[in-house]
């Protein structure tokens, strides 16, 4: 061809030359054809199955999710209920809530109300009001080489405690036995950590009686140290008595009777009341006067009898009642009478838990013999008494600032006017020798002495409180000057309260146990009704 070609024309090769490339391309489209329609049949084919694959997932999918929204939608409803339920619950918690802080305000109103008819029936019956007192556990409890750490000093000493606030609970556990426990129910219990203010509040209305007209006695027993002298006085610096007066907060209830005697007072008539202050030692069987003075003016602590007058009453002549006209001035008077306790050489004694304290407040006021019988404390009678006679009794008798050596000897003015009556009512404030049943064997001497006279002033107590509750018709007061001193508050002429004072201690169960045994007792002591006191203590004048 190509031979044949050299021969032919250019023209001819040139066409041949297309041609042939034509006939190329010819073969080469149908290779192209059939390449494509194998690849497209192919891709049909692959199309088909992603197609079919795809619509498989899609199904799939709408499966799961339909599966996921369902569980969802079960949540949510869930929660939904939840949330109901728990506002439900809520709605339902606020109720209770509720009712629990109404029936507590009912519980406190009714334990109130109880409180208060027990205080008219112990009132009523003329029985004694036992608070029983606790005092915390203090460094000195523990014996010296056994310290333990407070925890583990209260799980093994403390063996009192308040169950609540009108119950003592005694664990009593003797080696080789089962430790039992033992209740005591008295009209108040003080726990540990309860304030001077808490004990003063519980004491302060007796003080409202005593402006009412009645006497009013306060006692404190325990055992020596089991805090008698800090809830009366208050904390005592080292053994010089005095009040502390620094802290307020912790003064007793001796310094706080009388701010409170002298707050009441200052809401009368002016001069429509007076405070006489008497301080007495009963130490040995005797009776000390701490605010008696020699003849020079310096203070003396002298002897005094206890006498029973006409009327049965028991009385102090000679007694030194001086006069004082703020909670100072008797702040002032008893430390001093305190003080001397300490330092006479006639009253010297190791401790002040050795000897009795009975500090008295005699109120007097004056009533119009018109209104004899019936209460001063009506007000109209008070305004007509204060315009009468205030300006000239009372303001006289202080302005000599005298010293009654006598609770029968009165101002002379009063006998000048023709209807007037004066009326006394006491408090009497007493703090107890320690009542721990100390052995004989061993003591000598002046402490022998002391130790047996403590042992039979507070058993002729005890034998007077069971005369008493036996209504026999001898109760033997004169047993002991303390008895015979204190005679009409014990007897039933006075709103008488017993604080007994305890040591948690496992080391002084037994005078616990004790004090306890002898709260017990008191408190069945029944001596009829407490009377107002509204007798004339003046004959009508002439
Ligand atoms: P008592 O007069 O019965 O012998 P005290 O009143 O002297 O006893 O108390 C002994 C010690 O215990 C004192 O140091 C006192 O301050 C302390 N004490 C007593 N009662 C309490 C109390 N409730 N809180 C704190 N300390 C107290
Ligand atoms: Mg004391």
């Not at 939904?80 to 709605?91: D, G, P, R, S, T």
């Not at 029936?121 to 523990?142: A, K, W």
Request: charged share 25%; aromatic share 6%.
């Amino acid at each position: 061809q190509y031979q044949g070609l050299a021969r032919r024309s250019t023209n001819e090769v040139l066409q041949l030359y297309s041609a042939h490339s034509q006939q190329q391309k010819l073969q080469r489209s149908s290779v192209v054809i059939q390449m494509y329609g194998a690849i497209k049949k192919r891709l049909k084919r692959d199309l088909k199955s992603l197609h079919s694959f795809a619509l498989e997932l899609s199904k799939d999918f709408q499966r799961q999710s339909k599966t996921y929204l369902y569980q969802v939608l079960t949540a949510v409803q869930g929660i939904q209920l939840q949330n109901e339920a728990m506002q439900m619950f809520q709605v339902k918690a606020f109720d209770l809530e509720q009712s629990l802080q109404e029936l507590t305000e009912r519980y406190e109103k009714e334990k109130q109300k109880r409180r208060a008819l027990h205080n008219s029936l112990v009132e009523l019956r003329g029985n004694i009001r036992v608070h029983c007192r606790i005092r915390p556990l203090l460094p000195f409890d523990t014996a010296a080489g056994h310290l333990v750490s407070p925890d583990r000093q209260r799980n093994f000493s403390e063996v009192a405690c308040a169950a609540d606030d009108e119950t003592v609970l005694v664990k009593c556990s003797r080696p080789g036995h089962a430790s039992v426990n033992k209740t005591f129910q008295f009209e108040r219990v003080y726990s540990a950590s309860e304030s001077q203010d808490t004990v003063f509040a519980d004491v302060a209305p007796l003080l409202t009686s005593l402006l009412d007209g009645y006497n009013v006695c306060i006692m404190a027993y325990g055992q020596t140290g089991s805090g008698k002298t800090y809830t009366m006085l208050g904390p005592q610096p080292e053994e010089n008595l005095v009040f502390a007066i620094e802290d307020e907060s912790e003064l007793g209830i001796i310094p706080r009777a009388t701010q409170e005697v002298f707050r009441l007072i200052s809401e009368k008539p002016p001069g429509s009341y007076w405070v006489e202050v008497s301080v007495v030692e009963v130490y040995n069987n005797e009776v000390f006067d701490l605010l008696a003075k020699d003849s020079c003016g310096k203070v003396f602590g002298i002897k005094r009898d206890v006498v029973t007058s006409r009327e049965g009453k028991s009385d102090v002549p000679l007694l030194t009642h001086e006069t004082v006209e703020n909670a100072s001035e008797f702040l002032h008077l008893v430390n001093k009478g305190l003080q001397l306790r300490v330092t006479h050489t006639t009253l010297v004694h190791a401790h002040s838990s050795r000897s009795h304290l009975v500090v008295t407040l005699t109120i007097t006021t004056v009533v119009s013999e018109d209104n004899f019988g019936t209460s001063w404390e009506d007000e109209q009678t008070s305004q007509r008494l204060h315009k009468e006679f205030s300006c000239t009794f009372p303001q006289k008798m202080r302005e000599s600032k005298s010293t009654s050596s006598s609770r029968a000897s009165s101002p002379a003015q009063l006998e000048a006017t023709d209807k007037m009556k004066q009326v006394k009512t006491r408090l009497q404030l007493v703090d107890l020798a320690g009542s721990e049943c100390v052995g004989m064997s061993g003591v000598t001497g002046a402490a022998l002495r002391e130790t047996s006279f403590i042992n039979r002033s507070l058993s002729a107590l005890a034998d007077v409180l069971g005369a008493i509750a036996e209504q026999r018709s001898h109760v033997p007061y004169r047993n002991s000057k303390l008895t015979h001193l204190l005679q009409d508050s014990i007897g039933g002429d006075a709103k008488l309260l017993l604080m007994l004072c305890i040591s948690p201690d496992q080391k002084y169960l037994t005078e616990s146990m004790q004090s306890l045994g002898f709260g017990t007792r008191a408190r069945q002591v029944q001596r009829g009704q407490v009377r107002k006191k509204n007798f004339p203590v003046l004959s009508k004048a002439k």
